[in-house]
Antibody, heavy 117, light 110 residues
Framework: EVQLVESGGGLVQPGGSLRLSCAASGFSINQYWMIWVRQAPGKGLEWVAN????????YHVDSVKGRFTISRDNAKNTQFLQMNSLRAEDMAVYYC??????????WGQGILVTVSS | QSVLTQPPSVSAAPGQKVTISCSGS????????VSWYQHLPGTAPRLIIHDSNKRPSGIPDRFSGSKSGTSATLGIAGLQTGDEADYYC???????????FGTGTKVTVL
């Protein structure tokens, strides 16, 4: 069974840090672009970042540049999102996504990140 | 603020067809493929159209996609109560070097 399981979310104060992990099972991520997408309460989907299968290229949405960093460890079949200097507007459900580019796309169930004092 | 614009909502009776528009620009839809996603509350989003008009395995042919210029359209034929969800278009934006989602459209089955 294919699964993407996010972990590392939770409550953090403004200015704090969290590291999200996403462990894949049932498939190998080394052929997939890995992506983070988020949805803030009452809002639509927002793409956060993606990283090439071999990790050589990565892109981040402007609102998180300099604060968030996407990375991956293909040997561990896992991707990560390091989130620093968190703000209230970063509060959202974060989804881990794997995209092979040919219509094969897997989504995790999402993990909640709450930024509040 | 999203660079892809969708109508906030569409509705129709069971069995009817709805279409959802997605308006962008030359830096995204005009020169890149469009994808469509279905998102039911409390669940993970699901890819239903990729490469503007292709259906992933397991997606019924009631769902269709098309693209013309800087706009794209999702069609849902034979509407079912299980189709009630939020639908988003998405495309890579070459100017932003970022992926952009549409504003989202809520489909209601009357």
């Amino acid at each position: 069974e294919v699964q993407l399981v996010e972990s590392g979310g939770g409550l953090v104060q403004p200015g704090g840090s969290l590291r999200l992990s996403c462990a894949a099972s049932g498939f190998s991520i080394n052929q997939y672009w890995m992506i983070w997408v988020r949805q803030a309460p009452g809002k639509g989907l927002e793409w956060v970042a993606n990283i090439k299968p071999d990790g050589s290229d990565k892109y981040h949405v402007d609102s998180v540049k300099g604060r968030f960093t996407i990375s991956r460890d293909n040997a561990k079949n896992t991707q990560f999102l390091q989130m620093n200097s968190l703000r209230a507007e970063d509060m959202a459900v974060y989804y881990c996504v794997g995209d092979r580019g040919d219509g094969t796309m897997y989504w995790g169930q999402g993990i909640l990140v709450t930024v509040s004092s | 603020q999203s660079v892809l614009t969708q109508p906030p909502s569409v509705s129709a009776a069971p069995g009817q067809k709805v279409t959802i528009s997605c308006s962008g620009s030359s830096s995204n839809i005009g020169n890149n493929y469009v994808s469509w996603y279905q998102h039911l509350p409390g669940t993970a989003p699901r890819l239903i159209i990729h490469d503007s008009n292709k259906r992933p395995s397991g997606i019924p042919d009631r769902f269709s996609g098309s693209k013309s210029g800087t706009s794209a359209t999702l069609g849902i034929a034979g509407l079912q109560t299980g189709d009630e969800a939020d639908y988003y278009c998405g495309a890579w934006d070459s100017r932003l070097s970022a992926y952009v989602f549409g504003t989202g459209t809520k489909v209601t089955v009357l």
